[in-house]
């Protein structure tokens, strides 16, 4: 049996809203949500390990974080490659002496083409890279979250896996699957005292996603079909996610929380529109022309999650 909630978690006590003490992996915590929720847990007292393909970026942001007086470390990871998840936890493992209070699994993928034309070799990269990869993270890291005493996992999924949209079927999928996992984890693991939580996103604004929100017939369609009226922030995200790893939510595990503006509860008006799902082509497309001398090799968008844009049908790839 899971053990009882700490004297941390009462009502007036110092550290019900705070991480002071704990450690947490994020990954791809370099850009758009992936850095919010470093800053957030960090800010809040956490030592953070996070990781990302680039490192410069990596390196940049480091130095950044160490002048705000965070404690943040980081390694040179590509998620999609299985030993190099292995080598991540090690790190980790290392830094952190055996023990890892908070997972953060952010990375994630997407390649927007109709369902009949993905190929073999797209169906298997996305499964790897969006649902394997936080799968396989989970298994490696469990003894150190057990370890902890009181393990928190937190999947960045999207409310495209929640309700049914337009396109994007196989990254709907995954993220249908990441909300699964996350109540077969809390099951299984909270005998082992480890809770397992999904947060699912919107449409974000980030710097990666400036390109199509600058596009203010886009704009205004995401905003008109958004009860709330706006996109989101990373900040509300990280907020989120914060909370579910604070002691004052240790009761909450096994769910999939959206935020999203109540764009959920539309029950699909928006995603499933065809005059929408139209534009957001007409969109795509114009902003392929724009870059048609670029090259093939350099028409896909490195992301974090947290663009959440389902309508750009280009390969984009999230991981750092």
């Not at 965070?70 to 999609?80: A, I, K, N, P, Q």
Request: net charge negative.
């Amino acid at each position: 049996m899971a053990a009882a909630a700490s004297s941390g978690t009462a009502i007036g006590s110092s550290g019900r809203w705070a991480l002071h003490g704990k450690t947490a992996l994020v990954t791809g915590g370099t850009r758009g949500i992936g850095r919010a929720v470093v800053e957030e847990l960090a800010a809040l007292g956490a030592a953070v390990h996070t990781c990302s393909r680039k490192e410069e970026e990596l390196g940049e942001r480091i130095k950044e974080w160490e002048a705000r007086g965070f404690r943040v470390t980081g390694s040179v990871c590509d998620l999609s490659a299985r030993d190099q998840r292995e080598r991540l936890l090690c790190d980790v493992a290392d830094r952190f002496g055996g023990k890892l209070d908070i997972l953060v699994n952010n990375v994630g993928t997407n390649i927007r083409k109709p369902t009949t034309e993905f190929s073999a070799e797209e169906y298997s990269f996305l499964m790897a890279t969006n649902l394997e990869s936080a799968y396989h993270l989970c298994q490696i890291a469990h003894p150190l979250l057990k370890l902890s005493g009181s393990g928190s996992i937190i999947f960045i999924s999207s409310v495209a896996g929640v309700v049914g949209i337009f396109s994007g079927t196989l990254y709907a999928m995954t993220k249908g699957a990441i909300n699964q996992l996350t109540k077969n984890l809390a099951c299984e693991w909270a005998k082992d005292n480890i809770r397992a939580n999904s947060v699912a996103p919107w449409y974000i604004a980030t710097s990666l996603t400036e390109g199509l929100l600058a596009n203010k017939n886009f704009e205004e369609q995401v905003v008109s079909r958004t009860p709330l009226g706006r996109v989101g922030e990373p900040g509300e995200i990280s907020a989120l996610v914060a909370f579910l790893c604070m002691p004052g939510s240790t009761y909450i595990t096994g769910q999939t929380i959206s935020v999203d503006g109540a764009i959920e509860n539309t029950h699909g008006e928006a995603s499933c529109h065809t005059d929408w799902s139209r534009r957001s082509r007409e969109i795509a497309a114009a902003d392929i022309d724009r870059h048609s001398d670029r090259g093939a090799s350099e028409m896909g968008t490195t992301w974090q999650n947290g663009p959440h844009h389902w309508w750009n049908p280009l390969h984009q790839v999230c991981s750092g």
